[in-house]
Structure formats: C-alpha cells, structure tokens
C-alpha cells in the first residue's frame, strides 16, 4: 500500500496567516491527490481533487501544488472557519490510502 | 445537488451484525462507484471498499475481506454496507463518498458504530 506521511499533525496559527501543509507519498502517485476537510462534527468536503483543481464553491483563498513526491496544501489568509481537520488522500493505487491528517489551531 | 444520507448512530453487541445504509439523490445512482470509508480515533481513515450500484461489483480492501460486505438497491438508490461478527475494534464513524465527477467528490455526514456489551 503507498503510505501517505501528512506533516505537521497539527498546527498553530493566526487569523490572515499563510499556512501549508504537507503530504509525501510514499510511491509515485502522479496528480491522484485530493485534500479533504473535516469539520468537528465530523462533516468530510472535498477541497481540491487531482493536487491542484478547486472544488466548486471551495474559497480562492485554499490552493494545491505538488513538488516531486511532495504535495502541499496552502491556504493563503486563514480565517476563523478553517481552524478545522485536513487530510490527504492518494487515489492512485489501490487501495486508496490517507494521510493522518493535520489539526489547525487558532493561535 | 448530490446528495448521500447515511443512516443512524448505532449500538451493538459484540459477535452480532450491522447494516448501514447511504441514500443518494442528485445524480444517476447506478452509474458511479460509491466508496466506503472508516474512522476511528488513532487510526485515521480507512478505505473499506466500492460498490458499482448498477451492476453490483465491488472491491474490497484486503483487510476488510471477510467484515464488510457491500450491496445496492437501485430501486431506493440506496448503498449499504454490513459489518459482521462485531468487536470493539469495529467502534468507528462509517462513512459513504460518491465517485460522480471525480475521486471522492461528495460524502455522507457518517454514522457512529458503537460496539459494546
């Protein structure tokens, strides 16, 4: 199974800061990566799909990109509603596998 | 809009089944996988397997082989997944996710399984 290494598991930061985060998959996986949230009633939305396409109705404000093995998830000014769970998730091979996610904390 | 309703929170005992059922709208429910996810805390998320509604396939990911079982009725538009010989290591949040326009684009609001004597 490819493992999927999210990094930080958690992170601290402020209102209108940039912040990414970070998947590397442990395989080549080509584009087959979405980012996915989870609000704290367990609510799961898809963010971005293919590394870098928005989801319709997601806000510019959240992007995708990859860099070799690494894929990267960047929120460009976070606002209050993104202090919530993300993570990773490879649909390359099978089976589809995840990352372990990131906790996002308002500073 | 595509939609996926997941049944009720669910209390059980161990060594007994359950089934959880996903009802989709919105969209050609027979026409697209529709994948099964599980959470627990520690754990992460886990693929369970996919079902095809339409012709009934389905594959499993190797260590679900044997606990889930997965089937569709296209009349309700309506997956489900039955979870057999319970443990408490099958407490989790279950959830359903479409596969309409690409990779799990939309998902169910999950359902809590609590297994406990």
């Known amino acids: 199974d490819i493992q999927m290494t999210q990094s930080p598991s958690s992170l601290s930061a402020s209102l209108g800061e940039r912040v990414s985060l970070t998947c590397r998959a442990s395989?080549?996986?080509?584009?087959?990566l979405n980012w996915l949230q989870q609000e704290p009633d367990g609510t799961i939305k898809r963010l971005i799909y293919?590394?870098?396409s928005l989801d319709s109705g997601v806000p510019k404000r959240f992007s995708g990109s990859r860099s070799g093995s690494d894929y990267s998830l960047t929120i460009s000014s976070l606002e209050s509603e993104d202090f919530v769970d993300y993570y990773c998730?490879?649909?390359?091979?099978?089976?589809?596998?995840f990352g372990g996610g990131t906790k996002l904390e308002i500073k | 809009q595509v939609q996926l309703q997941q049944s009720g929170a669910e209390l059980m005992k161990p060594g007994a089944s359950v089934k959880i059922s996903c009802k989709a709208t919105?969209?050609?429910?027979?026409?697209?996988?529709i994948e099964w996810v599980k959470q627990r805390p520690g754990h992460g998320l886990e693929w369970i397997g996919e079902?095809?509604?339409?012709?009934?396939?389905?594959n499993y990911n190797e260590k679900f082989k044997g606990k889930a079982t997965f089937t569709a009725d296209t009349s309700s538009n309506t997956a489900y997944m039955q979870l057999s010989s319970l443990t408490s290591e099958d407490s989790a949040v279950y959830y359903c996710?479409?596969?309409?326009?690409?990779?799990?684009?939309?998902w169910g609001q999950g359902t809590t399984l609590t297994v406990s004597s």
């Open positions: 996710a479409s596969e309409v326009r690409h990779y799990f684009d939309y």
């Open positions: 919105g969209y050609t429910f027979s026409s697209y996988w």
């Open positions: 079902i095809l509604p339409g012709s009934g396939s389905t």
């Open positions: 395989q080549d996986i080509g584009s087959s």
């Open positions: 293919a590394t870098s």
């Open positions: 998730l490879q649909y390359a091979s099978s089976p589809p596998t």
